[in-house]
């Protein structure tokens, strides 16, 4: 009798729990839910409960699940999944595998047990490019400060070593996309051309096989690898700064690769002219080509990324956190992806909503900000700026309402965020006695629980604050 295809697929299940352990099993593989089989095409389309296991799934298991598969079906087969993103209104999105030979295996998905159902790990390729596949384009948003490098990243991808960009030099600061942008370029570099060697290797890896290499007396060897790459991805060279020997062999693999054609991509966080300790038989090879600088994104492109990564991941938070965060996050897309994992994580551990409160606790254990304490001029500056009025205005006597109300903003935010007493903040905003200093705190207590427009007038002004908690 001939097995049914979700016969088929339960089979590829128990294959999978025989190589995992009962753990893994139950968390990554039994939310699956098979859906269909297409003979056209030979392929599987199953359920996932959120983006969050189908990426999962796509870097630590999609080399297992490939093997039973084949197994369990007779034949090659592909796999689609449909990915649930809104839960509540039943939304979901199809997207495609990856192949087993683009993926870095995680050592727990290859523990295979000595059984008749044990699944030999899949055939590597001859070359793993070491990419991370979730760091490509399609999530890479553009804007002002990374536009010039994204095109040309994309350039360089379509046309390798055949365009002028070569060798491709970007650099940046700390969480400002560097590592992701190369790595889009070899992950669409490889997908445009498979069979082209690509490899992404940052520079202490590079330096620590280059030891290994010297110490087991294969110096040779490991140059002639390097001089087979068709695009050579080095991350984070600056750390070569006082590396000479390493530098010395990278000048003769760099000098193969440009000379034969071959792409070069560099990431540094600073530009060539700021290498110290490099020689400059480097340092113009490393200039010939384009050098291309990442800005930290502004507040508006920290907005679009975590607005790109909630749709992604079908999370629903509100825009004032997203705001909040991307204020805070000190222009770091590291920063943001790590403060909306910790929200998810908080939310789903303590089944919480996402909101204001959760975000100022997750950013204080997230984000590493100035504990300066506020002064009593930066935050009269901000009032004033959120009001459009002069501190002159503000210091003066007059009792017009748009004044006040700034004084008495400035008065009790002061007395939130300093440690000086009322009658220090009196003089130090328009010479005021600590009564009115008391008087406006009162004022502004009470306001705040009636009036909902005033609140959130009072929260983009402590955000524009960063919402520092100075009194630790």
């Not at 790459?229 to 700064?241: F, G, R, S």
């Not at 080509?289 to 999370?315: F, T």
Request: charged share 25%.
């Amino acid at each position: 009798m001939v097995k049914s295809h979700e016969a088929l697929w339960d089979n590829c299940l128990n294959l999978i729990k025989d190589n995992v352990t009962e753990q893994q099993f139950k968390t990554w593989f039994q939310p699956i839910v098979f859906e269909s089989y297409n003979v056209q095409d030979n392929t599987v389309l199953v359920q996932v409960p959120s983006m969050y296991v189908y990426e999962y799934l796509e870097q630590y298991y999609v080399g297992l699940l490939s093997k039973a598969l084949t197994r369990s079906f007779g034949r090659k087969v592909s796999l689609s999944y449909r990915v649930v993103t809104d839960k509540s209104n039943n939304i979901t999105q199809n997207v495609e595998a990856s192949e087993p030979a683009m993926i870095e295996k995680h050592p727990a998905a290859m523990r295979m047990n000595q059984s008749p159902t044990a699944l030999d790990a899949a055939t590597p390729q001859d070359l793993n490019p070491q990419l991370d596949i979730h760091r490509t384009f399609r999530n890479f948003i553009e804007g002002d400060s990374n536009k010039l490098p994204r095109t040309v990243g994309l350039s360089i991808a379509e046309h390798p070593g055949k365009s002028t960009f070569n060798p491709f030099f970007v650099f940046g600061p700390s969480g400002c996309g560097k590592t992701h942008l190369i790595n889009a370029i070899g992950i669409k570099c490889k997908e445009m051309y498979p069979s082209k060697r690509v490899l992404y290797v940052s520079a202490r890896l590079f330096q620590v096989q280059y030891t290994d290499a010297v110490r087991r007396n294969v110096v040779n060897d490991f140059i002639n690898f390097y001089q087979s790459i068709d695009v050579l991805i080095v991350d984070d060279i600056q750390e070569w700064a006082t590396a000479t020997k390493t530098l010395d062999t990278f000048f003769h693999i760099f000098n193969h690769l440009f000379l034969n054609g071959k792409q070069i991509i560099l990431a540094s966080d600073r530009p060539p002219v700021d290498l110290e300790g490099m020689k400059d038989r480097l340092l113009t090879r490393f200039s010939c080509g384009l050098i291309a600088e990442l800005e930290k994104p502004n507040v508006q492109l920290c907005v679009d990324i975590l607005n790109s990564k909630c749709r992604r991941d079908g999370l629903s938070i509100p825009n004032e956190v997203i705001r909040f965060i991307a204020e805070t996050a000190n222009g770091s897309v590291r920063d943001l992806e790590g403060v909306i994992n910790s929200l998810l994580a908080y939310s789903v551990v303590y089944n919480s909503n996402i909101d204001m409160r959760l975000a100022e606790r997750v950013i204080k254990r997230a984000v590493k900000i100035d504990n300066k304490p506020l002064t009593v001029d930066e935050i009269l500056d901000k009032v004033c700026t959120h009001y459009n009025v002069s501190q002159q205005n503000v210091f003066s006597k007059s009792r017009k309402r748009d004044y006040v109300i700034v004084r008495q903003v400035s008065m009790y935010l002061a007395q939130k965020y300093t440690k000086m007493p009322a009658s220090r903040i009196g003089q130090l905003i328009g010479n005021r006695d600590h009564s009115t200093v008391i008087h406006s705190c009162n004022t502004i207590e009470q306001r705040l629980k009636i009036d909902k427009a005033f609140l959130e007038e009072m929260n983009s002004i402590e955000n524009s604050f960063k919402l520092k908690d100075r009194n630790n």
